[in-house]
């Protein structure tokens, strides 16, 4: 069975850098196209960042663009989101999530994913 398991939320005042990290087990990792989503109290979940299985194509939130950067060890099963410039409004639970690949891109839909992390809190401080 597959699990994820993120690291590396936590608390960062406004401007910061913060690197999240996620762990696939019970699977083999290239089967699976990954992102991380994210949820704001009161809000709904969004995509903050996805990767293709091959670690080419990537998709991005508008408002992530060119401060949150995505990436992938196949070899060692893990997926990171590394954050920069951090602002109060990316305050959130960011999960990971893993989706079976269809083809070579980045799913954007929630609903093309399967597995969840339990989430990890990050919180910016204005």
């Known amino acids: 069975q597959v699990q994820l398991v993120e690291s590396g939320g936590g608390l960062v005042q406004n401007g910061g850098s913060l690197r999240l990290s996620c762990v696939l087990s019970?699977?083999?990792?290239?089967?699976?196209?990954m992102a991380w989503f994210r949820q704001a109290p009161g809000k709904e979940r969004e995509l903050v960042a996805a990767?293709?299985?091959?670690?080419?194509?990537?998709e991005y939130a508008e408002t992530v663009k060119d401060r949150f950067f995505i990436s992938r060890d196949n070899s060692e099963s893990t997926v990171i989101l590394q954050m920069h410039s951090l602002k109060a409004e990316d305050t959130a639970v960011y999960s990971c999530?893993?989706?079976?690949?269809?083809?070579?891109?980045?799913?954007?839909?929630?609903?093309?994913?399967?597995?969840w992390g339990q989430g990890t809190q990050v919180t910016v401080s204005s």
């Open positions: 019970g699977g083999l990792f290239t089967n699976y196209a």
């Open positions: 999530a893993a989706g079976v690949a269809r083809n070579f891109d980045a799913p954007r839909a929630d609903t093309d994913y399967a597995y």
């Open positions: 990767i293709a299985w091959t670690g080419y194509a990537k």
